[in-house]
């Protein structure tokens, strides 16, 4: 099965600043059909998650474009630039390219 | 307006079986993949199974295979995972989710499997 290893399992940012997310693959998530099925989930608490980026860099509708994602094969990052408080929770990142799919470990971001 | 509304949870002994439905609304439900997701009690995200759009894909974690099955009616707009043999470890807030994007997602049911 793929692991997916997330870092930092927590992470506190101030109002402004801007944080990364690692999710690594334990193999390529490149799918034969030439689409890499890496997704960015965020979970507010209390709340069922939410997707932010599909595809590794697809920005989903209504989501505000200070997240980004980039990344191939195996590495991959999220990026919010400028947190704002609403941004507090749980952030997932999750692989659909091989069965079965897998989640990375979470990372709780708390604001300062 | 994409729902997706999950019942059937509940209380229930271990080795006993429960089904789960989730009624999709708001899309062409036949044309869409989907998953069941769990999350046990102030744990992370584990991906429990998929189906294809018309049932032709199924997949399914290790550690829920041959344990539990899921199944659509495209005609009633439902999502199913029947469960069975039931342990203490499948106890968690269970959600359906649409596609390989896991795009829209339920509320989620629990399930708490217990003497």
């Known amino acids: 099965d793929v692991v997916l290893t997330q870092t930092p399992p927590t992470l506190s940012a101030t109002i402004g600043q801007s944080v990364s997310i690692s999710c690594r693959s334990s193999q390529s998530l490149l799918h034969s059909n030439g689409n890499t099925y890496l997704n960015w989930l965020l979970q507010r608490p209390g709340q069922p998650p939410q997707l932010l980026i599909y595809?590794?860099?697809r920005l989903e509708s209504g989501v505000p474009n200070r997240f980004s994602g980039s990344g191939s094969g195996t590495d991959f990052t999220l990026k919010i630039s400028g947190v704002e408080a609403e941004d507090l929770g749980v952030y997932y990142c999750v692989q659909s390219t091989h069965a079965p799919f897998t989640f990375g470990s979470g990372t709780k971001l708390e604001i300062k | 307006e994409v729902q997706l509304v999950e019942s059937g949870g509940g209380l229930v002994q271990p080795g006993r079986s429960l089904k789960l439905s989730c009624v999709a609304s708001?899309?062409?439900?036949?044309?869409?993949?989907m998953n069941w997701i769990r999350q046990a009690p102030g744990k992370g995200l584990e991906w429990v199974a998929y189906?294809?759009?018309?049932?032709?894909?199924?997949y399914y974690a290790e550690t829920v295979k041959g344990r539990f099955t899921i199944s659509r009616d495209n005609a009633k707009n439902t999502l199913y995972l029947q469960m069975t043999s039931l342990r203490s470890e499948d106890t968690a807030l269970y959600y359906c989710a649409r596609r390989y994007y896991f795009d829209y997602w339920g509320q989620g049911v629990m399930v708490t499997v217990s003497s």
């Open positions: 595809l590794v860099s």
């Open positions: 708001g899309f062409t439900f036949s044309n869409y993949g």
């Open positions: 189906i294809s759009s018309g049932s032709s894909y199924i």
